[in-house]
Every structure is written in structure tokens, then in C-alpha cells.
T-cell receptor, first 110, second 111 residues
Framework: NAGVTQTPKFRILKIGQSMTLQCTQDMNHNYMYWYRQDPGMGLKLIYYSVGAGITDKGEVPNGYNVSRSTTEDFPLRLELAAPSQTSVYFC?????????FGSGTRLTVV | GQNIDQPTEMTATEGAIVQINCTYQTSGFNGLFWYQQHAGEAPTFLSYNVLDGLEEKGRFSSFLSRSKGYSYLLLKELQMKDSASYLCAVRDQGGSYIPTFGRGTSLIVHP
């Protein structure tokens, strides 16, 4: 049982490049979330999904897109990377009270 | 929306007891969580309170007062490995199970 798996763990992007952060969970959870965490700040919600085919914006969605074609996968897309998107990104899923986080992706945009 | 407040940093001595407070204002309430996060790692679940009172789990306990919008995490018999950030998160009453996180309290345990 792998839980929530995120890839890659680290990435350096140039301004204007695009990339997809992958998130997969094998717990059959319907609810999944993408957060970003900046130094000294709490986790900020980017996007979330309550089930396959359903996504919605969180607190800081600008510059990002998501899709949820299956229950297992919830990828986060950055289309035109900007230095403000330098952060650590966490994917999470939940079943009732059990929130499980992935190990995170540390992204630097230069 | 949610507004969550917790101290930025605390220090304590190995073997001691420390209490980390969290206050919140929310338009709806459906549970409060505490997470532990070591530097460079993902948050890990510590506790969940939805009713008033104290929940004890080994060296860690969490307390909730819904009428006061207040919770605390109590850590006993502190160990060096307890040095970490402790995140308070509140979940609203909507059907999306979204928790809103505070900025976290950085706890430094020294010998």
C-alpha cells in the first residue's frame, strides 16, 4: 500500500516553461487536494477534487490547472512557470478523518 | 472563511512539557486537526478533535473548546525528535472536506 505518491521530488524550471506534477493514490479516496507551502507560511490550497471528473479552485489557483480523469490520479499543471511559483507542492487525499500527504515536490523557477 | 492563529515559534527543554495553542474563527466547523511536519518532509497526522474535550494519544494530547474557538496540543516528555513544525488545521462544514491550515508553530527542543 503506497498511499499518496508524488513525482518528481525536485525540479528546476526556467521562466515560461511548463510541467506537470504527478499525484497518485491507491486508497480509492474520492477527495484529493493540491497545496503549496512557502517558507514560514501555512499550506495554501490550489485546487481540489471531490471525485473523478470534478475539480474546483482553492485559495490560490492562478497559474495552475488540474484534471481528474480517474479516482487514482490528480495531476497539477503549470503552463507558464513564473518565479512566484517557486515553492514546495503537496498532494493529499482523505477518507473521513484520515488525510494522507505525498512526500512533496520542491520546485524552483529561475 | 477561516482565520487560524498559532504562535510562530516555541522552545522547550528535553523531558519537559509544552503546550501549543491554536485559536480560530470560522463560519462553520467540522473538526480540528494537528499535524507534525519535520523540515523537508510532508505533514503527518497527529490528532483530530470534533467534540469538546481532551483526546490523549501517548505523549501527545489535543484539546478542543468549540465555544471559545480554541485548541491546544500538549506534548509530554519532550524528545529531541519532537523538534518540528506543528500545524493546526480547521475543516469547514462544506461537503469537500477541505482543511484550512494555520502557519504552523516551529518547536525547538534543546538538551
Amino acid at each position: 500500500n503506497a498511499g499518496v505518491t508524488q513525482t518528481p521530488k525536485f525540479r528546476i524550471l526556467k521562466i515560461g516553461q511548463s510541467m506537470t506534477l504527478q499525484c497518485t493514490q491507491d486508497m480509492n479516496h474520492n477527495y484529493m487536494y493540491w497545496y503549496r507551502q512557502d517558507p514560514g507560511m501555512g499550506l495554501k490550497l490550489i485546487y481540489y477534487s471531490v471525485g473523478a471528473g470534478i475539480t474546483d479552485k482553492g485559495e490560490v489557483p492562478n497559474g495552475y490547472n488540474v484534471s481528474r480523469s480517474t479516482t487514482e490520479d490528480f495531476p497539477l499543471r503549470l503552463e507558464l512557470a513564473a518565479p512566484s511559483q517557486t515553492s514546495v507542492y503537496f498532494c493529499a487525499s482523505v477518507e473521513d478523518t484520515g488525510y494522507t500527504f505525498g512526500s512533496g515536490t520542491r520546485l524552483t523557477v529561475v | 472563511g477561516q482565520n487560524i492563529d498559532q504562535p510562530t515559534e516555541m522552545t522547550a527543554t528535553e523531558g519537559a512539557i509544552v503546550q501549543i495553542n491554536c485559536t480560530y474563527q470560522t463560519s462553520g466547523f467540522n473538526g480540528l486537526f494537528w499535524y507534525q511536519q519535520h523540515a523537508g518532509e510532508a505533514p503527518t497526522f497527529l490528532s483530530y478533535n470534533v467534540l469538546d474535550g481532551l483526546e490523549e494519544k501517548g505523549r501527545f494530547s489535543s484539546f478542543l473548546s468549540r465555544s471559545k474557538g480554541y485548541s491546544y496540543l500538549l506534548l509530554k516528555e519532550l524528545q529531541m525528535k519532537d523538534s518540528a513544525s506543528y500545524l493546526c488545521a480547521v475543516r469547514d462544514q462544506g461537503g469537500s472536506y477541505i482543511p484550512t491550515f494555520g502557519r504552523g508553530t516551529s518547536l525547538i527542543v534543546h538538551p
